[in-house]
């Protein structure tokens, strides 16, 4: 008989998904032979999530519970939103929600490999591979989050499920009415940080930096003095075509409207001009002054405390500011945002083409 040995278990369980019991057991049945245990777990139905490995999970739902001092939220993805609605997709949610207050694993992988504790004869990853089999399609536990706190947590579900929000701060006086506002306010408007210190000093400087370069690459909102100094230099150094050339010529006076009878092509030379002189451009003021705007713009955009309150009542009363005349002793500190299948490529489906396809 051959020897069952670990690097063989994780071998089979990379190339079928089964739990690693299931796959001990598929090779000591199968006296090692790792195509006939992948074989036997397939007609057992636990390699059925193999055959789903390369299609898009997308789909899905956020769950979000509080117990006590602790808040949980969790996303489990699907193919389909029908799948997403179904009874034992939305069940098998809240058990994992279980797991995640249960559970000491800090990552999906780790969760992975818990007990799982609607039963213990499994592992998450078993009882994953299992509703698979069971529903048809591709599912994955893509990512959770715990917070405990000494202050208030606050969870809002917005869309039935597509986004899911946690907010967290102390304890003080009106801190829950106004969180679940902010959860609200995170769910419509996405920042990224709580505040501009949130940020290290690598993202100010990478966001000043992209900042800069996609200002050099769209030379028409250039500064007139360092447009035209672009333009003159396209104009000596002959980088015209004939129709861009007379273009140019006819328009010069008059820069608010001379990009828009210059050709693609043109515009990309002044661009390349722009980033080959970047170093000087830099450290002209004005330019400066115009990169400045443009990040305390952004700034405003993705820091939560800056964007203005959705429910400002003038349009212009910031977050901070709300918070303020809530409870000047009210801190925000943390909110976590989870929207269903953000970052994931879709597969953009063609029916006509699948149905010419089976058809052939």
């Not at 799948?83 to 990552?107: G, H, L, R």
């Not at 910031?318 to 299948?341: I, M, P, T, W």
Request: a negative charge; one cysteine or more; proline letters at 2%.
């Amino acid at each position: 008989m051959a020897q069952v040995t670990a690097a063989l278990v994780k071998q089979l369980r990379e190339l079928t998904g089964a739990g690693v019991l299931a796959c001990k057991n598929a090779l000591v049945d199968n006296d090692g032979d790792i195509d006939a245990a992948v074989e036997e777990l397939r007609k057992k139905g636990e390699a059925t999530a193999v055959k789903k490995a390369n299609r898009i999970a997308a789909e899905g739902i956020v769950k979000v519970v509080v117990r006590d001092n602790t808040a949980v939220m969790v996303e489990v993805n699907s193919e389909t939103d029908f799948v997403a609605k179904n009874d034992k997709f939305q069940d098998f949610v809240s058990a994992v929600v279980d797991q995640v207050f249960a559970t000491e694993a800090t990552d999906v992988e780790g969760l992975m490999e818990d007990k799982w504790l609607a039963d213990p004869s499994k592992t998450v990853r078993e009882a994953l591979v299992a509703l698979i089999a069971t529903i048809g399609e591709k599912i994955t536990i893509r990512r959770f989050v715990k917070i405990v706190t000494d202050g208030i947590v606050v969870p809002y579900i917005h869309g039935g499920g597509r986004i899911g929000v946690i907010a967290e701060a102390n304890a003080v006086d009106g801190a829950e009415d106004a969180l679940k506002n902010i959860a609200m306010q995170v769910a419509a408007m996405n920042p990224q940080y709580v505040s501009r210190s949130d940020m290290s000093d690598e993202e100010v400087a990478k966001l000043r930096e992209i900042t800069v370069d996609s200002a050099l690459n769209t030379p028409e909102s250039l500064p007139k003095p360092i447009l035209t100094k672009l333009l003159a230099k396209a104009t000596e150094d002959g980088l015209w075509s004939e129709a861009d050339a007379a273009a140019y010529e006819e328009q010069k006076n008059n820069l608010n409207y001379l990009f828009n009878f210059l050709s693609a092509e043109a515009k990309t030379t002044v661009a390349g001009l722009a980033m080959a002189d970047k170093e000087t451009i830099a450290a002209d003021k004005i330019f400066n002054g115009l990169v400045e705007g443009r990040v305390s713009k952004q700034l405003k955009e993705i820091c939560l405390l800056d964007q203005v309150y959705v429910k400002a009542e003038d349009g212009k009363q910031s977050v901070a500011q709300y918070l303020k005349a809530v409870n000047g002793d009210l801190a925000l500190k943390k909110f976590v945002r989870f929207e269903v299948g953000e970052g994931i490529e879709k597969r953009q489906e063609n029916f006509a083409e699948e149905v010419a396809k089976q058809m052939a």
